[in-house]
């Protein structure tokens, strides 16, 4: 099992910045992506941003690119996502997942375990 813990969601003004951290702990050894999913009220959740664990370049929603980085530390188990230039359209709950499917993506369907999600609200 890895448990993931979300931190640092918040309210900000339209064009603000945030930065949200995924703690991870448990069986890390056997993570091989991570990624950041968002879920508005009423619609589906979806990819924002996904990482592997070790190495390989960074996917990104084309609604986040250019405007959010997603980084990992793997000393720390910590996964990041400095998120700028926001707006209302970003308002949703963020969720952190972790995947141990070798074969993972910016698909969903590959993650098999998440967090409890960080609340981020972009106020216009």
């Known amino acids: 099992q890895v448990q993931l813990v979300e931190s640092g969601g918040g309210l900000v003004q339209a064009g603000g910045s945030l930065k949200l951290s995924c703690a991870a702990s448990?069986?890390?050894?056997?993570?091989?992506?991570m990624g950041w999913f968002r879920q508005a009220p009423g619609k589906e959740r979806d990819v924002v941003a996904t990482?592997?664990?070790?190495?390989?370049?960074?996917y990104y929603a084309d609604f986040v690119k250019g405007r959010f980085t997603i980084s990992l530390d793997t000393a720390k188990n910590t996964m990041y996502l400095q998120m700028s230039s926001l707006n209302a359209e970003d308002t949703a709950n963020y969720y952190c997942?972790?995947?141990?499917?070798?074969?993972?993506?910016?698909?969903?369907?590959?993650?098999?375990?998440w967090g409890q999600g960080t609340q981020v609200t972009v106020s216009s």
């Open positions: 997942a972790a995947s141990t499917n070798t074969r993972a993506t910016g698909d969903i369907k590959f993650y098999d375990f």
């Open positions: 448990g069986r890390t050894a056997s993570v091989y992506a």
């Open positions: 990482i592997r664990w070790i190495g390989g370049r960074p």
